[in-house]
């Protein structure tokens, strides 16, 4: 080996030096990359275990649930994402006290939350919510409800959303703004782990700029059987003109799917955008986006299995909030908040 002169060594300081200070620019970050790590064969490996009869049906509290819970944890680990800071470990422990209604016969056990979190480089205290229930309704007169749709599609968007934040920060390309991967509890019976979060807060609620919301984006509804290229698109005009615009934006370059806004009409009978989990953000004044593909025959029956599921039109409908959570992450400003959310 030669030996280095003070002047080689003092050029290689400053090599070095100057190396670490380089900030990457965004503008050639490779979105696209990321955006198609999610695919349909990691969607359909992980919805195989979540939406497995081993689990049960996920009902909130029990042992199936919990075991999920666990599945998704390693998951992160293995992708090298933790729990954020402030908490001690992966769970928002939510009391059965607190999801128990008086009038009602289902008394669920003790559940939780869970959390993952990607801290932002440059604006970390301003949060971005990915969210999804990993919840379903259990067994029935001995039947398994395994919830492939509802919502194991959402829950392992997450997973797959995730790692593709993971690898880009891996390579340079962080979000700028902290991201935290809500996988809530009791949404089936109430909305309660949701509720429980923005009434419990882990970071400041007017430090979060959105919630993304992910529930049944794996399945065709009656009104789409011949064309699966859609998603519903709930709530993104209802407070923010940006983050609406932000959306549009991202699939017209990105994903090119068809955005339905049937659900998002105020007299729509459905009412789905005050029933699912985005709604107890919305209430407290954060925009929110909820992607949903709609009902179909197998809602809430025990025939929602994940073999049932069209991967191509998950893995599409993951990257589309992908690719709108990568601007909400990364622009110089969050959503403004310009509307009264009615």
Known sequence: MKKLT???????????????????????????????????DDLKKHLFIVAN????????????????????IGQYKANGISFPPPATDWYQKIPAAYMSKSYSPVKPGDSENIWAFIEGSEKPNEILVI?????HVGTKNGEVYNGADDDGSGTVALLEIAQAFAQAKKEGYGPKRSILFL?????????????????????????????????????????????????????????????????EAANAK???LTLDYTF???????????????????????????????????????????????????????QLAFVTAWELANRPDRPVVDKDGK
């Not at 400053?14 to 990359?33: F, H, I, M, Q, S």
């Not at 969210?131 to 919840?135: E, F, G, L, M, T």
């Open 264 to 318: 998002n009409d105020r007299k729509d009978p459905n009412q789905f955008y005050f029933r699912s989990d985005h709604y107890n953000f919305a209430k407290k004044g954060i925009p929110i986006i909820f992607y949903f593909n709609g009902v179909h025959d197998d809602y809430h029956m025990a025939t929602d299995e994940p073999q049932k599921i069209e991967y191509d039109l998950l893995a599409k409908r993951a």
């Open 131 to 135: 969210s999804a229930h990993y919840d």
């Open 254 to 256: 990105y994903t090119h």
């Open 53 to 72: 009869d081993s689990m049960e049906g996920r009902n909130t509290g029990t042992e199936g649930q919990k075991k999920a819970g666990k599945y998704l």
């Open 6 to 40: 003070l002047l080689s060594l003092t050029l290689l300081f400053l090599a070095c030096g100057t190396a670490k200070n380089v900030k990457k620019d965004y503008a050639k970050a490779p979105v696209e990359k990321y955006m198609n790590s999610i695919t349909p």
């Open 183 to 247: 996988h809530v509890t009791g949404e089936e019976l109430g909305l309660h782990g949701s509720r429980y979060y923005s009434d419990h807060p882990l970071f400041p609620i007017d430090s979060t700029i959105t919630d993304l919301n992910i529930d049944m984006i794996g399945r065709r509804d009656e009104a789409h059987k011949d064309n699966g290229n859609y998603v519903y698109v709930i709530g993104s005009d209802r407070l923010s003109t940006d983050l609406h615009n932000i959306n």
